[in-house]
């Protein structure tokens, strides 16, 4: 089978690759385009670990095939500092120490962002239900609820 062509933006710069027709979107974005941080945690949608924005709309990349992104906008946790300066959600989940193993994390900034774009003042239980899909084997989540809240504080300049 022929490669598809695919002109794609990622992280606010236009992008262009080729992939075969069964190929994911977190396989290109890892292979081909050289953005590791998403991560395969299981390959069917469950952990999260590779979230992505994709239009504005939260996807397990594992999930999507690379060919779905012609024409769309693609945000990864590589495009969430601007420079050297961390966004806030990535200073806040240092300032609690929210991370331990790495693995989820990208996912859980990715997810974290989607939620305070569309809810810059959420409950605790909104917190909690928007990152359920997002699996943390080390941290116990509590830790990262409190600095997404604190975030979410923060950016609202409460």
């Known amino acids: 089978m022929s490669k598809i062509h695919v002109s794609t933006s990622i992280n606010g710069d236009a992008v262009e690759y080729l992939c075969e027709p069964e190929e994911t ?4 974005l890892r292979n081909r385009v050289g953005l590791t ?7 069917s949608g469950d952990c999260g670990a590779c979230s992505v924005a994709l239009d504005g709309r939260l996807v397990c990349s594992c999930l999507v095939l690379a060919a ?21 959600l990535q200073q806040k989940l240092l300032d609690h120490a929210a991370l331990q193993c ?5 996912g859980i900034l990715i997810a974290s962002k ?42 609202r300049g409460a």
Not at 37 to 43: I, N, P, V
Not at 102 to 106: A, D, E, K, N
């Open 68 to 88: 779905e992104a012609e024409g769309k906008t693609v945000s990864t946790v590589e495009g969430i500092a601007e420079g050297e300066n961390l966004h806030v």
């Open 25 to 28: 979107l977190l396989d290109v």
């Open 37 to 43: 941080g998403a991560k395969e945690g299981c390959g």
């Open 102 to 106: 790495g693995i989820c994390t990208p």
């Open 114 to 155: 989607a939620l305070l774009e569309k809810n810059p003042d959420p409950t605790e239980t909104e917190v909690r239900y928007w990152l359920a899909g997002n699996l943390c084997r080390c941290t116990g989540y509590d830790k990262i609820i409190r600095a997404v809240m604190d975030a979410a504080a923060e950016m």
